[in-house]
């Protein structure tokens, strides 16, 4: 098992920056890629960003946030980040991490989730 715990979420104006970690623990050796995902009311959870683990390369984005966010990790420290810059209103949403043991699994590690609020 693989636990996740996010942080870092609050209010920002637009145009300002957050930057949201992930700490994970457990069997994290067995994490193969992980990911940042979005959520707003309304809405479907959508993908944001993904990086593998171990090699730290192979970043995905998507084109809502590609320039303006960032996906990172820290391996020493078993956590991944997700720098936001220049962050608009459409932004806000509850963020989640997840972890996925193979490039053929889904994700089936889920953090808690961290809300992101972007006032205009």
């Known amino acids: 098992q693989v636990q996740l715990v996010e942080s870092g979420g609050g209010l920002v104006q637009a145009g300002g920056s957050l930057r949201l970690s992930c700490a994970a623990s457990g069997r994290t050796f067995s994490i193969y890629a992980m990911g940042w995902f979005r959520q707003a009311p309304g809405k479907e959870r959508e993908i944001v960003a993904t990086i593998n683990w171990r090699s730290g390369g192979s970043t995905y984005y998507a084109d809502s946030v590609k320039g303006r966010f960032t996906i990172f990790r820290d391996i020493a420290k078993n956590t991944v980040y997700l720098q936001m810059n220049s962050m608009k209103p459409e932004d806000t949403a509850v963020y989640y991490c997840?972890?996925?043991?193979?490039?053929?699994?889904?994700?089936?590690?889920w953090g808690q989730g961290t809300q992101v609020t972007v006032s205009s």
């Open positions: 997840a972890a996925r043991r193979g490039d053929k699994t889904g994700y089936d590690y």
